[in-house]
T-cell receptor, first 112, second 114 residues
Framework: GDSVTQTEGQVALSEEDFLTIHCNYS??????LFWYVQYPGEGPQFLFR?????EKGSSRGFEATYDKGTTSFHLRKASVQESDSAVYYC???????????FGQGTKLSIKP | SVLLYQKPNRDICQSGTSLKIQCVAD?????MFWYQQFQEQSLMLMAT?????????ESGFTKDKFPISRPNLTFSTLTVNNARPGDSSIYFC???????????FGHGTKLSVL
């Protein structure tokens, strides 16, 4: 079945560091790919999505590019801030079914 | 966007009891989804609920254990029957915009089963 793998379980950075969170997927066809962010005590919030090869999604300084060749959708941010501390989820979606398959999540901690 | 309100925010119950979690959307939505999240873990889709039809359950979740109702286009309830400590987790309802695949989530209901 379809699946999403996030390599890093936890990432600890300092403010203004460069962020990369790796996401690889396994699915048939052309699924939509998403990044969601979850703050403590809240539900996941949509960051952005991409639905075709080489399409870049971006929001709040975060970005990721859909790469069908490497089946990846890595999250990057050039300069992180303390307020970016949260759990980030890569997800795969099927439009017809309207549901998401989430990766394991990556907890990002930013030291001031 | 779609705003989803869940009630209660949290609940504590004894093993063997049942409890209901309500989800209300601020606009009509075709599908509502229920997700389960154990502490420090990812979200797992439990079921999809469309108005006027039986919910569709994912592997590992059953109608007998987690009955879901969807009486209209803005409301859904998830019931946890015969609750066990292993059911202790956060339950989220979610829905999507018609125009794209963006899913919105409620704030979640944290359930603790003693």
């Amino acid at each position: 079945g379809d699946s999403v793998t996030q390599t890093e379980g936890q990432v600890a950075l300092s403010e203004e560091d460069f962020l990369t969170i790796h996401c690889n997927y396994s699915a048939s066809g052309y699924p939509a790919l998403f990044w969601y962010v979850q703050y403590p005590g809240e539900g996941p919030q949509f960051l952005f999505r991409a639905s075709r090869d080489k399409e870049k999604g971006s929001s709040r300084g975060f970005e990721a590019t859909y790469d069908k060749g490497t089946t990846s959708f890595h999250l990057r941010k050039a300069s992180v801030q303390e307020s970016d501390s949260a759990v980030y989820y890569c997800a795969l979606g099927n439009y017809n079914q309207g549901k998401l398959i989430f990766g394991q999540g990556t907890k990002l901690s930013i030291k001031p | 966007s779609v705003l989803l309100y869940q009630k209660p925010n949290r609940d504590i119950c004894q093993s063997g009891t049942s409890l209901k979690i309500q989800c209300v959307a601020d606009s009509q939505v075709v599908s509502m989804f229920w997700y389960q999240q154990f502490q420090e873990q990812s979200l797992m889709l439990m079921a999809t609920a469309n108005e006027g039809s039986e919910a569709t359950y994912e592997s590992g979740f059953t109608k007998d254990k987690f009955p879901i109702s969807r009486p209209n286009l803005t409301f859904s309830t998830l019931t946890v029957n015969n609750a066990r400590p292993g059911d202790s987790s956060i339950y989220f309802c979610s829905s999507r915009e018609i125009s794209n695949e963006r899913l919105f989530f409620g704030h979640g209901t944290k359930l603790s089963v003693l």
